[in-house]
């Protein structure tokens, strides 16, 4: 049951909305390196550029269209502002498409241009490269779930990482950021207690077998925490009518539906029940918090973020919305956790090598990696230590930002960038 727990959540955080796929016009078809700079060369910073490389899942299933132009925009921004120490940033960021077997020959490929940083952002693929980047013992840093990569712990079953245990903890090199796997189920229900519910169910994909297998998770979490469940309801993606269950629900006191699934299970749950007379609330997490969901007209969503929130009046939040702008990334690609999430990682790299030498290595980034202690960057990530001697259960981000979405506007109940971690720090 465990493994299969395992395999649900991280497929249910990656939830992304389902009309990102394939055929998105959004989508760079990156295909080799791509030698961004993100300024002319006469006025590229002196020293001697450094490669990022990295493989994003623009254009699958659970892709995220404008990711790579959210690590362009970085780029441009950071060598606008002298580079690395000097050093202008140069990236080699390959579309996986969602698919495995593509993105093992692309990280060979990226792996071979040396880069000293490797991004990942792959929901899809991350699992069958994690035992390729962790043998590199280059950098890995990005906005994942997979605890084959990034490790992490399930707290409602008090299980922590380690060489023995059913979850690994990050190796090394690998440098978790945004919150890990386990947490990214209890972050919806600490949100559904955030915005006030007081019953949850969970409505899970019929056609994914690990659509509802973190419901024990969910009824774990939930119940430590005070909030009743009604369980797990498996329902087709591609119905047309969701009354039955939504009856249900509102028959048994339900305020909080977690939605398991794509954007079209969302929005065929959201028309039933409404119709049928919910005025309770949805749950959407992580990466789901995006695209068309996020824009239902009347619609109230709560969870968590994995990145911090967009939308909050700080100086550092308009600093990255600037940046971002001048990239060229819509709206829709600002207004994302994954994007807040790739923007701390890459702040929280730069500030690491602030003192970057003059003939960078990954050898040598990755020794100034260990040099981060107690590091929030302002409040754009949770406190984050990594210890060089203790690679294990400390690298588990277990912290997110709770949120809630009214009437078209989103909030973080906790004020600011206030974040909340379970079980508490």
Request: with cysteine.
């Amino acid at each position: 049951m465990l493994a299969g727990v395992i395999v649900a959540s991280t497929l249910f955080a990656a939830c992304s909305d389902d009309d990102k796929s394939s055929d998105s016009t959004d989508a760079p078809e990156t295909t080799g390196a791509t030698d961004t700079t993100g300024a002319p060369e006469s006025t590229l910073p002196p020293k001697s550029p450094i490669v990022i490389g990295g493989t994003f899942d623009t254009s699958g299933l659970t892709g995220v269209p404008e990711s790579i132009k959210v690590v362009e925009a970085w780029a441009t921004y950071i060598n606008a502002m002298g580079g690395i120490n000097g050093h202008p940033v140069e990236l080699d960021i390959r579309d996986t498409a969602g698919d495995p077997a593509k993105a093992a020959s692309q990280t060979t490929e990226v792996l071979a241009n040396d880069p000293v940083l490797f991004l990942v952002q792959s929901s899809s693929t991350e699992a069958s490269q994690a035992e390729a980047l962790i043998a590199s013992g280059i950098p890995i840093m990005g906005a994942g779930y997979s605890p084959a990569l990034w490790g992490g712990s399930i707290a409602a079953f008090g299980l922590e990482c380690g060489p023995d245990a059913p979850i690994p903890c990050a190796a090394s090199n690998v440098f978790p950021i945004s919150t890990t796997f386990g947490a990214v189920v209890d972050e919806q229900v600490l949100g559904a207690q955030a915005a006030g519910a007081t019953k949850l169910a969970v409505a899970a994909c019929a056609e994914v077998e690990a659509c509802s297998q973190a419901g024990p998770v969910f009824e774990a979490t939930a119940k430590a925490v005070g909030i009743a469940s009604v369980g797990t309801t498996k329902v087709s993606s591609t119905a047309t009518d969701y009354s039955a269950e939504c009856i249900s629900w509102i028959n048994q006191g339900v305020d909080f539906i977690q939605i398991s699934g794509g954007a079209s299970l969302a929005e065929g749950l959201y028309a039933s029940c409404t119709d049928q007379g919910y005025t309770g609330i949805f749950g959407a997490s992580a990466g789901s918090v995006s695209g068309k969901l996020i824009t239902l007209d009347g619609i109230t969503l709560a969870g968590g973020l994995n990145g911090f929130p967009w939308f909050v009046d700080d100086p550092l939040v308009a600093e990255y919305t600037e940046a971002m702008k001048a990239g060229g990334v819509s709206d829709e690609g600002i207004h994302s956790p994954t994007a807040t999430a790739l923007w701390s990682v890459l702040q929280l790299f730069a500030k690491a090598n602030a003192d970057l030498v003059d003939e960078p290595t990954a050898a040598i980034v990755l020794e100034n990696m260990y040099t981060i202690t107690d590091e929030t960057l302002g409040g754009l990530i949770a406190p984050t230590t990594f210890y060089k001697d203790q690679p294990g259960p400390e690298k588990a981000r277990n912290c997110f930002w709770p949120y809630i979405l009214k009437d078209g506007e989103f909030t973080n109940p906790l004020g600011g960038l206030t974040v909340q971690c379970y079980p508490e720090v």
